[in-house]
Structures are given as structure tokens and as C-alpha cells.
């Protein structure tokens, strides 16, 4: 191979190592397994799905993923006072999105109580649901034991049938879910990328301090229009995304334990 074409293979090497590497980096997150399900009512049952815990918190040394992550917590927006926006249909990432000042139940018929736990000791000995006032299941946390830092961690859990108001010009609606990956108990003083890993958007709550690792990039949850054809006067239809409030965040994303507030402290 002449030194010409040594070249051009080195070349071509190199992009390929690169676009693996920023793949792998784009997908180095705590995510949910299936992150795009179909509507379904209650008669076709619940949609099983997994949270992926990816990799553990930064040591302060080099800032590689090295710490064992002990817990995690999960919530989903509560559709009472969550921040709805909507967007055309088509993944034009460029238009911004516009702030809707309905309810959710403009687009989704019947959100009250999404989560259910699939019970599992396969990572964390321990696991609760997170519940509002009225009993409805929004999240759960899982701790005890720890998943050690190089491994993936799957956290099994189902959401309920959703089904997308028909009369609606919704084609999507994609819920933001809030994830922190905690490494090491502390209060909010000592969060830190090496004692918790902080997947929520940025609404202005206690959980998102900016610079951290995974600041403003929350897991999702896209429901896709399948049962009811968009009516007509509706086009190519609208994207939708659901977002907890802070309020929420600051009432929700905690563990407790009998009744203390074991995180954050």
C-alpha cells in the first residue's frame, strides 16, 4: 500500500472511531430502555419497560465514571401543573416550541397514575413508589446494596395504557422523565458528578445545578398516536412534551423512608 492510500485509510479510520465514540457518549446516559412506545387503553394492558442506569458518578480525579451508584429515584411529570409545550410534527428542531396554556387532558385522556413496579432485586434490595396525595403512582425509587461502577443497571417497571385525546390535534406526546443516579447521600450543598448523576430539565427546581454532568438531559417517554386518526382540520398534526413542574420535582424526586426523608438529606 503506497504511502498515498495508507493515508486515506488512516483517515477514514479515524471518523470511524470517532463516530462510535460520540455514539457511545450520546448514549451514556440514564435512559429508559424503550423510549417510544404506541397508545394503548387499559384493555391492552401496560407497556414493560426498563430504566437503564448507564455508569456510575465522576471521580474528582480524572473524571471518569468509577464511583458505584446506591440508588435511584424516578418521576414522571403529575399532568396537574406540568410545564406543556407543543411543536408541529416533523422533528423540525429549529421551531420552537409554544407553551400551552390548557390541561393535559387536552391531549391525553387518561394519565392519573402511569407507573407500576415490576418488584426486582436484581440491582437494589429495595424499592417504593413515590406517591401524590391522592394515591396515584408517579415514580418510584430503588436502593440497598449497589450497582458497581462499569456495569449497566435495569430497572424493570410498566407504564399504564395511554391513550391520546381523539378530538385532539396531538400526533405525539412525549413525557420528561426525571432521573438522579445517586452515588453518595448528601443535601443539596454536596451534589456534586461524584455523588449523583442528575437527569431532569432545567424548570428551576432544586435538582439542576448547571455544569454538572447531564444537566438538562432528562430521559423521555414518547407515546405515539396509533388508536384515532388526526382529525382533519389538524394537518401533519402536533408534537407534545410534558415537563414536571419544579414544584413537583422539589415535592417528588426524594426518597423516604418510613416517613424520614433519607435523600437529599
Known amino acids: ?127 417504593e413508589y413515590i ?19 462499569g456495569y449497566r443497571g435495569l430497572l424493570p417497571f410498566t407504564t399504564a395504557g395511554v391513550v391520546i385525546n381523539p378530538d385532539s390535534c396531538a400526533k405525539s406526546v412525549t413525557f420528561v422523565v426525571s432521573i438522579a443516579d445517586v452515588c453518595e447521600v448528601t443535601d443539596k450543598s454536596g451534589f456534586s458528578n461524584a455523588t449523583v448523576q442528575l437527569w431532569v430539565p432545567a424548570v428551576g427546581s432544586n435538582f439542576e445545578i448547571e455544569g454538572l454532568h447531564g444537566y438538562d438531559s432528562p430521559a423521555t417517554l414518547k407515546v405515539n398516536r396509533t388508536i384515532a386518526a388526526l382529525p382533519a382540520a389538524c394537518g401533519d398534526g402536533l408534537d407534545i412534551i410534558v415537563k414536571p413542574s419544579a414544584a413537583q420535582l422539589n415535592r417528588d424526586l426524594k426518597v423516604v423512608v418510613d416517613g424520614d426523608q433519607v435523600w437529599p438529606k
Open 1 to 127: 500500500m503506497n504511502g498515498s492510500r495508507q493515508f486515506e485509510w488512516l483517515v477514514i479510520l479515524a471518523v470511524i472511531a470517532f463516530a462510535v465514540i460520540a455514539t457511545q457518549n450520546a448514549f451514556a446516559h440514564t435512559r429508559l430502555k424503550v423510549p417510544a412506545i404506541d397508545e394503548n387503553n387499559a384493555n391492552h394492558g401496560s407497556t414493560y419497560n426498563d430504566v437503564v442506569i448507564a455508569h456510575g458518578c465522576q471521580n474528582e480525579t480524572d473524571g471518569a465514571s468509577t464511583i458505584d451508584t446506591i440508588g435511584t429515584v424516578v418521576v414522571f411529570p403529575d399532568g396537574k401543573d406540568s410545564i406543556i409545550t407543543t411543536k408541529p410534527a416533523g422533528g423540525d428542531s429549529s421551531v420552537v416550541a409554544t407553551a400551552h396554556d390548557g390541561m393535559l387532558a387536552d391531549f391525553v385522556t387518561n394519565w392519573a397514575s402511569p407507573v407500576t413496579l415490576i418488584q426486582s432485586k436484581d440491582v437494589f434490595e429495595l424499592q
Open 131 to 149: 406517591k401524590d396525595s391522592l394515591g396515584n403512582k408517579l415514580g418510584f425509587w430503588a436502593g440497598g446494596g449497589k450497582l458497581k461502577a
